[in-house]
């Protein structure tokens, strides 16, 4: 079955330690998302790629990177976590930005910082 | 801007019983999607249904129902004969292409079915 695969689903690190959780689809999508979701909140959407143009939003601390090697992976990079930043981390694809693109959703990372 | 108001944080109901999720959006768009999503335990975001600005005809997916009214800008979700696998976070976005079409999410009703 087509899908988004996020992985690892828990990960565990230190405060300071940088960390990277990856993201890959079997769909096929153009543009693929990175969402922060902390206990009992909506999603928050940290950047986007559409293709290759990345797509940051304003308030998206300098702390989280992203890149995306090709059309099937994508990675968030956090480059030094602080205890603020334990959430689930969810990818998303969609085939087409816009009004188009529903969204589709991997399980999710949750991240853990001690 | 947009926004997405889910008034209802918790819902808890016994098995078999209607329930229904409001959403109410806001938006100065013409044209726009409104979606509902399920979030079970397990984290992962599941797609439910998503509808245009454009189609006011109310939907049944089985047990799920969904009341699209421009109106009062209200997009509902009814869960007819509820089971214990339906409790989850459940949902509503609203996507506009003068946002790059990027989904605004309201905060969620957590729905707890019990047996």
């Known amino acids: 079955d087509a899908m988004v695969i996020q992985n690892p689903r828990y990960q565990v690190t230190q405060f300071g330690k940088p960390v990277t959780l990856s993201c890959s689809q079997t769909l096929n999508h153009n543009v693929m998302y990175w969402y922060q979701q902390k206990s009992s909140q909506a999603p928050k959407l940290l950047f986007h790629?559409?293709?290759?143009?990345?797509?940051n939003e304003a308030d998206t601390p300098d702390n989280f990177q992203s890149r995306r090697p090709n059309t099937s992976f994508c990675f968030l990079d956090i480059r030094s976590p602080g205890l603020g930043d334990a959430a689930m981390y969810l990818c998303?694809?969609?085939?087409?930005?816009?009004?188009?693109?529903?969204?589709?959703f991997g399980p999710g990372t949750r991240l853990l910082v001690l | 801007a947009q926004k997405v108001t889910q008034a209802q944080t918790e819902i808890s109901v016994v098995e078999k019983e209607d329930v229904t999720l409001d959403c109410v959006y806001e938006?100065?768009?013409?044209?726009?999607?409104l979606f509902w999503y399920k979030q079970p335990p397990s984290g992962e975001l599941v797609f439910l249904i998503r509808?245009?600005?454009?189609?006011?005809q109310n939907e049944i997916s089985g047990r799920y129902s969904w009341n699209f009214q421009k109106s009062t800008s209200s997009f509902n979700f009814t869960i007819t004969a509820s089971q214990v696998v339906d409790s989850a976070v459940y949902f509503c976005?609203?996507?506009?292409?003068?946002?790059?079409?990027?989904?605004?999410f309201g905060d969620g009703t957590t729905l707890t079915v019990k047996p």
């Open positions: 998303a694809t969609s085939r087409a930005l816009g009004t188009e693109g529903t969204q589709y």
């Open positions: 976005a609203l996507s506009v292409d003068t946002n790059a079409g990027k989904s605004t």
């Open positions: 938006t100065r768009d013409t044209t726009y999607y």
């Open positions: 509808r245009n600005s454009f189609d006011e």
């Open positions: 790629y559409y293709d290759k143009d990345f797509n």
